[in-house]
């Protein structure tokens, strides 16, 4: 079991930066990826920013050059520095924690914090 606690978001005006923070405890061993989602009102859950254990990044198209996902090991936390936000940022940001344990995969999620942005 992962267990992942969230926190940082918050309402920032258009152009402004947030923080967000995911602390992971239990079986941290068995993770192999990290990353945010969100999901905003009417809409589906989408993938913002990945990172391995390796520390290969992924973002999706419409935050490349504005956030940045970063890990750090020794405190177990994964971090998602969100600059010159938009409006269409907001959204609840879940973060998420993809493990295996022998030959079976097990996707683990936080609860969610939410971001607002105003115009």
């Known amino acids: 079991q992962v267990q992942l606690v969230e926190s940082g978001g918050g309402l920032v005006q258009s152009g402004g930066s947030l923080r967000l923070s995911c602390a992971a405890s239990g079986s941290i061993f068995s993770i192999y990826a990290m990353g945010w989602y969100r999901q905003a009102p009417g809409k589906q859950r989408e993938s913002v920013a990945i990172i391995t254990n390796g520390g290969t990044t992924n973002y999706v198209d419409s935050v490349k050059g504005r956030f940045t996902i970063s890990r750090d090991n020794a405190k177990n936390t994964v971090y998602l520095q969100m600059n010159s936000l938009k409006p269409e940022d907001t959204a609840v940001y879940y973060c998420?924690?993809?493990?295996?344990?022998?030959?079976?995969?097990?996707?683990?999620w936080g609860q969610g914090t939410q971001v607002t942005v105003s115009s």
């Open positions: 998420n924690a993809n493990t295996i344990v022998g030959i079976t995969p097990t996707d683990y």
